[in-house]
């Protein structure tokens, strides 16, 4: 029976009950804006976590060359405090990082990830009569799997397949469509030393950012030594790091235990990132704002609800209901309104990500993808939260108001 | 010697505002148990002002309400209701009931917000005091499923739900038909007045009810009136 609740409970379920039309228009107002609070916030956040994706997926994490950051300083530059230098002569410097093996052993004692060696040349790809320059990067596979994705983007063959040819290589896909080639032909390799090989098509990879599927192949380290003419050769040492966000910090350390330029993703997009930072901006400022409008129309929903009790509030406190008790009905309706709203809302919500989740984004430079959404409960305990404050006021203040009052007053009116 | 149910003292009620509005002026007072009083007065002579602060509904600006000899005036809001809730029942003009509670629901408000008797024994006491009053076969239906002098009846049912020592009605009558009218003043009457210890202030324009009471009090302009009483004998 009712009247064992507590008599705030029962007299605010009787009034959420028996006002159908009211509550559903509380509850659906509360809902609609949890639901899309939530969708939008799940949009924006997934679309900018893509793009962070995106970016730091499409190079190593932290990319060690045999380049150095500033010209050596010369002796008297070192002797004296200032010195005038003129008609300095480059020195050609053998190319390649000394001893890689060395060095990637001593890294791999503190980086938390993975490294692997790799050789960068250029070279001019010829299939059926066709030339088409392109990157020829030597990877090792057996270490390329730990740092990029590389094996998972292969199309046609595997990356294990650079092995069972004695000189075998793996094309982009929009290279292979180029020149023309398909696995298993032979196309020749010219490299930039004027060495000529004749190599194996054994895979074709497919990445997705038409700059890396239109120019960029795969050979064995061993092959692109003898390309760059030159054994033992190691340019580019690619960390794949544990946490992306400390690859700023790794980079440093490498640079400053090896001497050699290391560059974190980070560093190669910082325009990028100073973009993406405006962009979380206007994303909080959304989400923010989408958040207050829809605290507003749950505000509004339910202090009109509120309001419109006044009277009922005045003959409850003649009655000689306590002004707290009165006031405690109201809050406890707004929170059922409130909470239901929410539970429709999260559901609400839910739903439309999935929906907007389906939509199809197609580009020419890249493959068909769908509207990024991220699930996470944040968003929804977030919007929640708010939703539940905004009732929760909406409930309290148009009441305390009411109950404030002299009984009297309201009566006076009505009479 | 018991003290009147309630007694006021030169009450004095002055509505704030640009231009302050006196309701009632130095009005003493006193409703002793067993009598059925009636307020009388023309319109805007301050009566229902007077109702209501005897009622503690409205605080008075000068002057005391004594009820069962405790003066309010200095009372706690909260002691107040408490004390409105204990001892005094309210029936107005308009039935106030709560729209979305049935009768008996709303005949065991009242109860469940003093929190004494168990849910049973409300429920008991709730039927009991709407089958006296005629309304046994309406209590589980809505205030909008009635009629206005069934509506009546069960404010005044309302009324007597925490068995107050004294019912104050601001015009009970104010817009019910003859055959209710005379119903609800009879129900006043033997109900409340009838019973030892009790009384019944009736604020009212019907000169029918005011005919029932034990004793008139007339106001004019916020004060006190020679009783019509004496002006009838006088004309007789």
């Given at each position: 029976?009712?009247?064992?609740?507590?008599?705030?409970?029962?007299?605010?379920?009787?009034?959420?009950?028996?006002?159908?039309?009211?509550?559903?228009?509380?509850?659906?107002?509360?809902?609609?804006?949890?639901?899309?609070?939530?969708?939008?916030?799940?949009?924006?956040?997934?679309?900018?976590?893509?793009?962070?994706?995106?970016?730091?997926?499409?190079?190593?994490?932290?990319?060690?060359?045999?380049?150095?950051?500033?010209?050596?300083?010369?002796?008297?530059?070192?002797?004296?405090?200032?010195?005038?230098?003129?008609?300095?002569?480059?020195?050609?410097?053998?190319?390649?990082?000394?001893?890689?093996?060395?060095?990637?052993?001593?890294?791999?004692?503190?980086?938390?990830?993975?490294?692997?060696?790799?050789?960068?040349?250029?070279?001019?790809?010829?299939?059926?009569?066709?030339?088409?320059?392109?990157?020829?990067?030597?990877?090792?596979?057996?270490?390329?799997?730990?740092?990029?994705?590389?094996?998972?983007?292969?199309?046609?063959?595997?990356?294990?397949?650079?092995?069972?040819?004695?000189?075998?290589?793996?094309?982009?896909?929009?290279?292979?469509?180029?020149?023309?080639?398909?696995?298993?032909?032979?196309?020749?390799?010219?490299?930039?030393?004027?060495?000529?090989?004749?190599?194996?098509?054994?895979?074709?990879?497919?990445?997705?950012?038409?700059?890396?599927?239109?120019?960029?192949?795969?050979?064995?380290?061993?092959?692109?030594?003898?390309?760059?003419?030159?054994?033992?050769?190691?340019?580019?040492?690619?960390?794949?790091?544990?946490?992306?966000?400390?690859?700023?910090?790794?980079?440093?350390?490498?640079?400053?235990?090896?001497?050699?330029?290391?560059?974190?993703?980070?560093?190669?997009?910082?325009?990028?990132?100073?973009?993406?930072?405006?962009?979380?901006?206007?994303?909080?400022?959304?989400?923010?704002?989408?958040?207050?409008?829809?605290?507003?129309?749950?505000?509004?929903?339910?202090?009109?609800?509120?309001?419109?009790?006044?009277?009922?509030?005045?003959?409850?406190?003649?009655?000689?209901?306590?002004?707290?008790?009165?006031?405690?009905?109201?809050?406890?309706?707004?929170?059922?309104?409130?909470?239901?709203?929410?539970?429709?809302?999260?559901?609400?919500?839910?739903?439309?990500?999935?929906?907007?989740?389906?939509?199809?984004?197609?580009?020419?430079?890249?493959?068909?993808?769908?509207?990024?959404?991220?699930?996470?409960?944040?968003?929804?305990?977030?919007?929640?939260?708010?939703?539940?404050?905004?009732?929760?006021?909406?409930?309290?203040?148009?009441?305390?108001?009411?109950?404030?009052?002299?009984?009297?007053?309201?009566?006076?009116?009505?009479? | 010697?018991?003290?009147?149910?309630?007694?006021?003292?030169?009450?004095?009620?002055?509505?704030?505002?640009?231009?302050?509005?006196?309701?009632?002026?130095?009005?003493?007072?006193?409703?002793?148990?067993?009598?059925?009083?009636?307020?009388?007065?023309?319109?805007?002579?301050?009566?229902?002002s007077l109702l209501y602060l005897l009622g503690l509904l409205d605080i008075p600006t000068a002057g005391e309400v004594l009820i069962d000899g405790r003066a309010t005036s200095k009372l706690s809001e909260e002691a107040r209701a408490q004390l409105r809730l204990e001892t005094l029942g309210f029936v107005f003009q308009f039935h106030f009931l709560l729209p979305e509670f049935s009768a008996l629901e709303n005949v065991m408000l009242p109860m469940r917000a003093l929190g004494r008797l168990s849910a049973a024994q409300m429920q008991t006491r709730a039927k009991d005091i709407l089958g006296s009053l005629g309304l046994a076969d309406h209590a589980h239906k809505r205030p909008d499923q009635m009629s206005g002098g069934q509506r009546q009846r069960v404010a005044i049912a309302r009324a007597l739900a925490n068995d107050p020592l004294v019912v104050l009605a601001d015009e009970p009558t104010g817009n019910l038909d003859t055959a209710s009218t005379a119903q609800v003043i009879?129900?006043?009457?033997?109900?409340?007045?009838?019973?030892?210890?009790?009384?019944?202030?009736?604020?009212?324009?019907?000169?029918?009810?005011?005919?029932?009471?034990?004793?008139?009090?007339?106001?004019?302009?916020?004060?006190?009136?020679?009783?019509?009483?004496?002006?009838?004998?006088?004309?007789?």
């Open positions: 029976m009712k009247g064992a609740l507590p008599l705030v409970f029962s007299i605010a379920w009787t009034h959420v009950r028996s006002r159908v039309r009211q509550t559903f228009v509380g509850i659906f107002g509360v809902a609609v804006g949890v639901g899309f609070s939530v969708m939008m916030a799940a949009l924006m956040e997934g679309s900018q976590r893509d793009f962070v994706t995106q970016l730091v997926d499409s190079l190593p994490h932290v990319s060690v060359s045999d380049e150095q950051r500033w010209p050596p300083r010369q002796p008297a530059d070192i002797a004296y405090e200032a010195a005038e230098i003129h008609g300095l002569t480059t020195k050609q410097l053998r190319p390649g990082i000394k001893n890689p093996y060395a060095i990637m052993a001593s890294l791999e004692a503190w980086v938390p990830g993975a490294i692997a060696p790799s050789v960068q040349s250029k070279a001019v790809i010829r299939f059926a009569g066709r030339d088409t320059a392109a990157s020829v990067t030597g990877v090792d596979p057996r270490r390329e799997v730990n740092v990029s994705k590389l094996s998972t983007q292969i199309r046609s063959g595997s990356l294990e397949n650079l092995f069972k040819a004695s000189n075998a290589i793996i094309l982009g896909s929009g290279l292979a469509r180029k020149v023309g080639a398909r696995v298993g032909n032979s196309v020749v390799v010219t490299a930039g030393t004027g060495r000529t090989i004749s190599a194996t098509v054994v895979g074709l990879f497919h990445s997705g950012v038409a700059q890396a599927d239109d120019g960029q192949s795969f050979v064995l380290i061993k092959t692109a030594q003898i390309l760059a003419g030159q054994t033992g050769l190691v340019n580019e040492l690619r960390v794949r790091v544990k946490d992306v966000l400390s690859a700023r910090e790794i980079a440093h350390r490498i640079e400053v235990e090896t001497g050699y330029k290391s560059l974190s993703w980070q560093e190669a997009n910082e325009d990028l990132l100073s973009a993406l930072q405006i962009r979380n901006l206007i994303m909080y400022t959304v989400v923010g704002a989408i958040l207050m409008v829809a605290s507003f129309g749950t505000y509004n929903i339910i202090s009109t609800i509120t309001h419109e009790k006044t009277r009922d509030i005045a003959i409850m406190k003649s009655l000689g209901f306590p002004a707290g008790t009165v006031r405690r009905i109201f809050v406890v309706e707004s929170m059922m309104i409130g909470v239901a709203g929410v539970l429709f809302g999260w559901v609400l919500g839910y739903l439309m990500s999935i929906g907007m989740a389906q939509v199809e984004i197609k580009s020419p430079f890249m493959d068909t993808t769908h509207l990024p959404i991220l699930y996470s409960p944040t968003h929804y305990a977030m919007a929640a939260l708010v939703a539940l404050t905004a009732s929760v006021i909406a409930g309290f203040f148009p009441a305390r108001k009411a109950a404030a009052l002299q009984p009297v007053d309201i009566i006076r009116g009505a009479s | 010697m018991k003290p009147p149910l309630i007694e006021s003292r030169k009450l004095t009620r002055i509505l704030d505002g640009e231009v302050p509005a006196t309701l009632v002026s130095e009005i003493d007072v006193s409703i002793a148990a067993g009598e059925f009083v009636a307020i009388t007065g023309p319109s805007g002579s301050g009566k229902s009879g129900i006043l009457r033997t109900m409340i007045a009838g019973e030892a210890g009790k009384a019944v202030v009736v604020v009212t324009h019907d000169t029918g009810l005011a005919a029932q009471a034990d004793r008139r009090i007339h106001i004019v302009d916020g004060k006190v009136d020679q009783p019509p009483v004496v002006i009838s004998d006088v004309t007789d």
